[in-house]
């Protein structure tokens, strides 16, 4: 069972488009991080929040923590190609420790 | 700056075989960590280490075992592998409260 469950694992969309990927749990976290990762690479951190409610913006990108930091959201206007890539949520436990959700590919086509 | 670097960077292995795989970082951080990746699962921890001298185990530890002698170095050692070990290994390091972690550049182990 994973304790994040992110949604939709796969998402293939036409460039321009809106999208949102979802990160749901029934636990509570202290924070939740967003990151993003290349083929043959190692995740890279887009975000940290830490309030419930908090929304942060990275360019095109707009992140949202649940008012009871249980969840979280990624929405991402107009996607360009460069936006493909697996993006994962984690979310931060005692000791600290992340737990992560399995990650959403994410695919633009030009 | 390098950050993180993992070695080796990809390594085919006979099943019974003991391997380390070595991670070094160059930020001081006190903590890191192993995962595995695998198609569906994400990232998984299986052993962390809060500060030098002290290791504790994740979601996976069985079949690993680490070491943290300094602050820099924190290998994973596979005593004897087995198939089910095939992965891509990602080593970590933080130094935050909110535990944002960097990333090493990953293992890819495959064992036969």
């Known amino acids: 069972t994973q304790l994040l469950e992110q949604s939709p694992q796969f998402l293939s969309i036409q460039e321009g488009e809106n999208l949102t990927v979802y990160c749901n749990s029934s636990s509570v976290f202290s924070s939740l991080q967003w990151y993003r990762q290349e083929p043959g690479e190692g995740p890279v951190l887009l975000v940290t929040?830490?309030?419930?409610?908090e929304v942060k913006k990275l360019k095109r990108l707009t992140f949202q923590f649940g008012d009871a930091r249980k969840d979280s959201s990624l929405h991402i206007t107009a996607a360009q190609p460069g936006d493909t890539g697996l993006y994962l949520c984690a979310g931060g436990m005692g000791a600290q420790k992340l737990v992560f959700g399995q990650g959403t590919r994410l695919t633009i086509n030009p | 700056i390098a950050g993180i670097t993992q070695a080796p960077t990809s390594q085919i292995l006979a099943a019974g075989r003991r391997m380390t795989l070595r991670c070094t970082q160059d930020?001081?951080?006190?903590?890191m960590y192993w995962y595995r990746q695998d198609l569906g699962l994400g990232l998984r921890l299986i052993h962390y280490?809060?500060?030098?001298?002290?290791?504790g185990k994740g979601e996976v530890p069985d079949g690993y075992s680490v070491s943290r002698a300094n602050t820099d170095d924190f290998p994973l050692t596979l005593a004897s592998a087995v198939p089910s070990q095939t992965s891509v290994y990602f080593c970590?390091?933080?130094?935050?409260?909110?535990?944002?972690?960097?990333f090493g550049p990953g293992t890819r182990l495959t064992v036969l």
């Open positions: 930020m001081r951080h006190n903590a």
């Open positions: 929040v830490v309030t419930g409610g």
């Open positions: 970590a390091s933080s130094d935050s409260w909110a535990n944002e972690q960097f």
């Open positions: 280490s809060n500060t030098a001298g002290t290791t």
